[in-house]
């Protein structure tokens, strides 16, 4: 089986730096993707990591280290509008996604 | 980037009726299309993979002869709920997985439809 484990929710202060955690238990790794969703809306691609490191796009950059099962989402210089789920994601060898258990993120003032 | 629309984006039935959801590629063709459902407060979990001019491959769990898939098109996949009922009122997302850019076989995501049984 599969597993992708987040916390379930992060409250933030805007401006500030939050980082939303992922582990994952897979059987075979093809990479780790990021997913932001609104209430009532569809699921938006952020990043995706194949390998180790850290990948940067804007305010948004993920990292994946695959010999600890681990990777994140850092989302810097928070907004209001950032409140969202957030959900990492990994593909499966059906070609298919499998989604983390979600982390949603709120943002105050 | 690509475009997944869905139709309708939210209905409301009788339980034991059926509601039949639209999903559709609109700037390019899609042999594969994915179709998961959501309930509040929770992951996105795959119900069945769309394939255009085959059978669709359900998820364990997934009764096939309640959730009707039919990929009749490149552009098109349907999926009916039949004899819906209240357990059925959920969050339906279809994707659909796009040309590659960059080496990966990205997934557009329509923006859903809210089922609500009564």
């Known amino acids: 089986g599969q597993s992708l484990e987040q916390p379930s929710e992060v409250t933030a202060v805007e401006g500030a730096i939050v980082q939303i955690n992922c582990t994952y238990q897979t059987s075979g790794f093809y990479g780790l993707s990021w997913y932001q969703q609104h209430d009532g809306g569809a699921p938006t691609f952020l990043s995706y990591n194949a390998l180790d490191g850290l990948e940067e796009t804007g305010r948004f950059s993920s990292f994946l280290s695959r010999s600890d099962s681990y990777g994140y989402l850092l989302l810097q210089e928070l907004q209001m509008k950032d409140s969202a789920s957030y959900f990492c994601a990994v593909p499966t060898g059906a070609n298919n996604l499998f989604f983390g258990t979600g982390t949603r993120l709120t943002v105050i003032p | 980037g690509a475009v997944v629309s869905q139709h309708p984006s939210r209905v409301i039935c009788k339980s034991g009726t059926s509601v039949k959801i639209e999903c559709r590629s609109l700037?390019?063709?899609?042999?594969?299309m994915f179709w998961y459902r959501q309930f509040p407060k929770q992951s996105l979990m795959l119900m069945a993979t769309s394939n255009e001019g085959s059978k669709a491959t359900y998820e364990q769990g997934v009764e096939k002869d309640k959730f009707l898939i039919n990929h009749a098109s490149l552009t098109l996949s349907t999926l009916t709920v039949t004899s819906a009922h209240p357990e059925d009122s959920s969050f339906y997302i279809c994707?659909?997985?796009?040309?590659?850019?960059?080496?990966?076989?990205?997934?557009?995501f329509g923006p859903g439809t809210r089922l609500t049984v009564l």
């Open positions: 994707s659909a997985r796009g040309p590659p850019a960059g080496g990966l076989d990205e997934q557009f």
């Open positions: 700037d390019f063709q899609a042999t594969t």
